[in-house]
């Protein structure tokens, strides 16, 4: 082994002598792979990082507006690129990035189509199909988590849970949340809380992250096992930009851990208040009724049984009394009625006529109103006011 010394140097330095050698070295290259995590600042700077999809390694690049205005349009993630521009270290961080100059679209990327096919495959089976998603319990007994036991997002959805309803049960089931392996953790990590059977609604997600962080939400086992979860399950993937498949085959999607929290489980005080309300109100709803019954039941006097048949025999009494007045007075008004009908039928009769002198001269049965109807001879009838005769007629005359 040597002896020799090795040189000392201090943060900065080594930084500087590394910078120094890297952007020499790579001060222009062209470098292909796959846009993720692209955020266009206020500026009109862009940042994003450069993914190779074979090996999943990652740089971090950066484009200025002054460059990226040539640009016909932004890229999108998933999108293949082929960038040319210079690797520069940044000291206080001792990291590095490739700073574009020009970039070349090359295409959709294999990863946003491999995305798109998965997407419509599983859309196709009924993954998302909304009529599959179950609602979420008002009052959960129980809450699930599929999540990364040392990350945020626990940490965030505990917070939330003992601000909003202190002591509520909470099962965990590690898993990692990125990276090889993850995605079958997930997968297990739901199918467990659902077989466990004690929680009445899972979170399943991680805090927000680039989109290479968040691709495990996007697997097909982690889709299938939320879609097959028979528990309401909510997805919390904290990207509030794009959406994974994940968040599509959940019964609830949330923007974060914590919005998670919040949707699943209501503030146990602002509940209590309102029980609280309700039960002044029904107390006093209640009062007031009894206080009407006894007002009530002090206007009421209590009676001996036979003083209440007295009383209604008297009253049947004075009934049967007013029905049969009212029986005769109709009887009356109908008799009256009749025999004013028979006076005035009588004062029209003919016969009342006759009994002034007149008679009714009738041929035939017929009633005799034209002397030019009749000639000499002719046999006739006459009917008097008493007693009727037989007439021939000698001879007639139109006059009087």
Not at 130 to 143: D, E, G
Not at 275 to 304: E, F, I, P, S, Y
Request: with cysteine; glycine share 8%.
């Amino acid at each position: 082994m040597s002896s020799a010394t090795p040189p000392k140097y201090r943060v900065s330095q080594l930084v500087g002598a590394i910078g120094a050698l890297i952007t020499g070295q790579f001060d222009d290259v062209w470098v292909e792979g796959e846009v993720t995590g692209f955020k266009p600042a206020a500026r009109g700077h862009w940042y994003f990082s450069l993914r190779d999809p074979e090996s999943d390694a990652v740089i971090a690049c950066a484009m200025f507006a002054r460059e990226n205005a040539a640009v016909r349009k932004p890229p999108r993630d998933g999108e293949k690129v082929l960038l040319r521009g210079g690797v520069d270290v940044y000291a206080p961080r001792g990291s590095f990035s490739l700073i574009v100059r020009r970039m070349e679209l090359t295409g959709a990327g294999e990863l946003a189509r491999r995305l798109e096919e998965l997407k419509q495959k599983l859309a196709a089976e009924g993954c998302f199909d909304p009529r599959n998603k179950v609602p979420l319990p008002a009052y959960p007994r129980a809450i699930g988590v599929a999540t990364s036991p040392t990350g945020a997002a626990l940490q965030d959805i505990r917070r939330v849970l003992g601000q909003r309803w202190p002591g509520l049960p909470l099962y965990v089931a590690p898993c990692r949340v990125q990276g090889d392996g993850a995605a079958e953790e997930i997968a297990a990590a739901v199918t467990l809380l659902d077989d466990h059977g004690k929680s009445d609604v899972i979170l399943v997600g991680r805090g927000g992250g680039s989109a290479e962080d968040l691709f495990c939400f996007n697997e097909e086992v982690v889709v299938r096992a939320v879609a097959r979860c028979r528990t309401p399950i909510v997805s919390c993937v904290g990207h509030e930009i794009d959406t994974t498949l994940c968040d599509h085959a959940a019964d609830l999607r949330a923007a974060t851990p914590s919005h998670a929290a919040e949707k699943v489980v209501p503030v146990r005080a602002e509940l209590s208040q309102w029980v609280q309300d309700r039960r002044l109100r029904l107390g006093r709803a209640m009062q007031r009724r009894v206080t009407v019954l006894r007002d009530r039941l002090k206007r009421v006097r209590l009676q001996h049984p036979k003083q209440r048949i007295d009383r209604a025999r008297t009253r049947a009494d004075e009934l049967d009394d007013r029905l049969r007045k009212a029986m005769a007075r109709v009887a009356k008004r109908k008799r009256d009625r009749a025999e004013a009908a028979a006076r005035h039928l009588d004062a029209l009769s003919p016969l009342r006529v006759l009994d002034r002198g007149y008679a009714l001269v009738q041929r035939d049965g017929l009633a005799v109103t034209d002397a030019a109807t009749l000639k000499a001879g002719d046999t006739v009838e006459a009917r008097f006011a008493k007693g009727r005769a037989t007439l021939q007629v000698k001879r007639t005359s139109g006059m009087f």
